[in-house]
């Protein structure tokens, strides 16, 4: 008898070594491609806040170019409306020439007909002069010693030639003004050629980060995904170690106790002197009736892996949330717990993070699961990655753990 509960446990130990062996190596795997995955995912992300950082800058180029081409679009509006008025103003000034004109003309031969008039009287003096005179002027010079000739004539003719020279000042200074806004003009509409085209290249240029971004996101968000896959990957694997080391201790302690009339003998006696002493003792976080272990536990929350999450649920079957999971769990063995995530802070008692054991009570902000071991719980969730909802693996550090309790 004795050598074959010795062959027996050498087959449980290859099997379950051969067991492990497989399960190390996909689990390397695994963690070896979430790494490269996460290598990768940490470039594009680098890629991205570098592409998002040029955007911005390129963005505020795009701003100050607007800003400064409705600058110039309002100096260009502005220089128009300067050109029209200068343009009226010419028109006027012109207008003014031509009177100005008209009237020194009128005064000229008006003098010329007195003069002829004194002539026809006998004045020959008046004649002498005229013919002797180099220009207007001179004739004007030449009359001044001739008292026959009216001061009122002269000064009024001077005064006539004056205007007429102060017309024709404006008349030159508004058109060269004219000019001048006109140069202006030319050069702000230059400036807004260059301005628009600096702002077509601008955007074109964001355009194009914008589809490296878009590129760049794509790649991120396969590199997450290829990080959630690993890390389901890896969930299950560890908790598959677990699932074959709580079986593989329960077939052994089975094959042992059919194998020796004693050790069920004791088994049953330790068994009923546990029960006893759980009826009489009890405590706040289970029943009269309570009875199991960690491991049972744990064994017995994996079974119920792929089950659909529904919030408020309490059917390991049906749906359940990530309060209404636990507590179902712990009522299988007799554990009355709440239904509440944070109300499972304080049931049993606590343990630190590093002594967690299989069966303990995980808590988190907002959530609670069961570990299951190696750094591994089974818990109900309804967040990503696949599957979205259900009871499944989760890495126990996927976020910090607020509280550990241990019911057994």
Known sequence: MKKRLIALGLVVV?????????????????????????????SVQSQISSIESQQEELQEQIDALDAELVEVIVNINTTETDIENKKVELA???????????????????????????????????????????SFADVLNKLESYSTVYDYDRSLLVEYQNTKLEVENLVAQVEEE???????????????????????EKSTELEDFDAKLAEAESLAAQYEETIAEQNEIIAAA???????????????????????????????????????????????????????????????????????????????????????????????????????????????????????Q??????????????????TIVNASNSKPYPAGGIKYTSAT???IVAVRRIF
């Open 238 to 356: 560890q908790a598959a170690q677990v699932t074959t080391t709580v079986g593989s201790v329960t077939s052994g302690s089975s094959s042992v106790s059919s194998g020796s009339s004693s050790v069920s003998s004791t088994s049953s006696s330790s068994s009923a002197s546990s029960t006893s002493s759980s009826s009489s003792s009890g405590s706040s976080s289970s029943t009269s009736t309570a009875s199991g272990s960690g491991s049972a536990v744990a064994s017995y929350a994996c079974q119920f892996i792929g089950n659909p999450y529904v919030y408020g649920g309490t059917s390991l079957t049906s749906g359940c949330d990530c309060s209404g999971f636990v507590m179902s769990v712990y009522a299988h063995f007799g554990v009355s717990l709440p239904h509440s995530s944070s109300g499972l802070r304080s049931v049993g008692y606590a343990v630190s993070v590093s002594d967690m």
């Open 178 to 200: 004219e000019a001048q806004l006109e140069e202006i003009q030319a050069t702000y509409e230059e400036q807004k050629a260059e301005l628009e085209t600096m702002k077509s």
């Open 14 to 42: 290859m099997v379950f070594g051969g067991t492990q062996m497989v399960g190390a190596t996909g689990l390397s795997e695994a963690k070896s491609k979430k790494s490269e995955a996460q290598s990768n995912l940490n």
């Open 398 to 400: 996927y976020k910090s």
């Open 92 to 134: 006027a000034a012109q207008a003014d020439l031509e009177v100005a004109k008209e009237t020194e003309e009128e005064q000229y031969e008006s003098m010329k007909e007195r003069i002829c008039y004194m002539y026809e009287n006998g004045d020959s003096s008046f004649l002498t002069a005229l013919m002797g005179a180099d």
């Open 358 to 375: 299989l069966g303990d009570i995980v808590c988190y902000s907002g959530h609670v699961g069961i570990y299951v071991g190696n750094n």
